[in-house]
């Protein structure tokens, strides 16, 4: 099997941990682009290790072959670039990068996850690289968290199986081939998915954080106008009325789905419901799947995730900077809301909610409507 140069854009918890896991794969040169100066230090060191700590115990280590802030150097010779900032960070990393991909054998570029339209992002900003193969994952295919960069990553739970979509105009080919590239780097089994939309129309983080914080210090919620006296989780701590509007959301996610289905002949029977997704992914983790409450207070999974939060005087508030509002709010909840819009479907409860976070974050200043294109849904 011949060298494979992957390129992980990305210094986070997903960027360090794919490092690692990649280069447990033989023939595989994994080259890492950080605009962190302590990583590209720190890993630059001939001895230096970067660890994958298991949750069973235990570790896996391997060490970029390139550390880099430098694009330029990180692209030279790239098969496979695979974006791991998070959606509002694309734009800018992918202005950057776009110059210095090769331009003499395909380049196949994608997003881990996939999801606030990558595809047509990357379309728009990959246009000058019409050998670029775009593709996104569904989901991340590990969660990681626990970063010390530059030295260690924890790995949480996997998942069993890995789904992939390509822009539409990717052929036979170039899926396969994409197909190839990805079931050599991961040990789960990578299926490939019929149509990019499964992943942007998968119910997710841009209906989950916007619903908790509308329904903890929204209009209606207990903690409006009065901070919290401590630091609460996002899902363990989850309010009643936060899964409440999660689940409208969710019932309007699904609504919009069946009219992109109409609509653009498409099949998106893989988009399930929230609960289902969340109970499939998890499966016995989840302590009682009866209700979206449940599921989400139960999840082990979930457990101890601490929602952003900034300390004042008086206790603690939502941190307005977080990406629960940056990535899920502008490039997650904008594009659902505007589908609907064009496709005339009512989404009450998602515009309400989206309306009350974009005042909350202290309005738009870019987002994924920079990008979506003007003709969908032609
Ligand atoms: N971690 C998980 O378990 C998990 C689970 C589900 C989904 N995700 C998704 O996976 C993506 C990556 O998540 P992550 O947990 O790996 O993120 P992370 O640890 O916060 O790392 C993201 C990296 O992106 C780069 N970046 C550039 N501009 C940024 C900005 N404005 N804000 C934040 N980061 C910026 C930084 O890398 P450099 O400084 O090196 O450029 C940063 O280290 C996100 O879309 C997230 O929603 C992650």
């Not at 992957?6 to 890492?32: D, E, S």
């Not at 210095?100 to 570029?109: E, M, Q, S, T």
């Not at 595809?119 to 690289?129: S, V």
């Amino acid at each position: 099997m011949g060298k494979l140069n992957v390129l992980i854009c990305g210094g986070g918890r997903t960027g360090h941990l794919n490092a690692v896991l990649f280069k447990q794969q033989p023939g595989v040169h994994v080259a890492l682009l950080t605009s962190r100066a302590d990583v590209v230090e720190r890993l630059g060191d001939a001895d230096a290790a970067l660890a994958a700590l298991l949750p069973e115990g235990g570790q896996l280590t391997g060490k970029p072959d390139l550390v880099t802030d430098q694009p330029a150097l990180a692209a030279r010779d790239a098969d496979v670039v695979i974006v791991t900032v998070p959606a509002h960070a694309r734009p800018a990393l992918l202005r950057k990068l776009a110059p210095h991909l090769p331009a003499d054998k395909p380049v196949y570029v994608g997003a881990i996850p996939g999801f606030c339209g990558f595809d047509w992002l990357a379309e728009q900003a990959l246009a000058a690289r019409p050998n670029a193969v775009i593709w996104g994952m569904k989901d991340v295919p590990h969660t990681a968290f626990d970063l010390v960069p530059g030295e260690s990553v924890r790995l949480g739970g996997a998942k069993s199986a890995l789904y992939v979509g390509t822009h539409q105009r990717e052929g036979a080919a170039a899926r396969e081939a994409l197909l190839g590239h990805l079931r050599r780097l991961y040990t789960a089994p990578v299926e490939l998915l019929d149509h990019y939309l499964e992943i942007t129309l998968t119910p997710g983080n841009p209906i989950m954080h916007p619903s908790v914080v509308y329904g903890l210090i929204g209009p209606y919620g207990q903690w409006r106008d009065r901070p919290f006296e401590q630091p609460l989780c996002w899902w363990t701590d989850c309010a009643e009325l936060s899964a409440y509007f999660l689940e409208r959301s969710d019932e309007e996610s699904q609504a919009l789905c069946r009219a992109v289905e109409r609509r653009l002949g498409v099949d998106l029977g893989s988009v399930l419901p929230l609960k289902q997704e969340i109970v499939d992914a998890y499966g016995d983790q989840i302590g009682d799947s009866a209700t979206m409450l449940s599921v989400l207070r139960t999840n082990r999974a979930y457990d101890a995730i601490v929602a952003p939060l900034v300390r004042d005087a008086d206790g603690y508030r939502i941190d307005r900077a977080s990406r629960a509002f940056h990535e899920d709010v502008a490039y997650g909840l904008a594009l659902l809301v505007e589908m609907g819009r064009r496709l005339q479907v009512p989404l009450p409860h998602i515009e309400e909610i989206y309306r009350w976070n974009v005042q909350y974050m202290g309005g738009l200043r870019d987002c994924a409507l920079d990008y979506f294109p003007a003709n969908w849904p032609a």
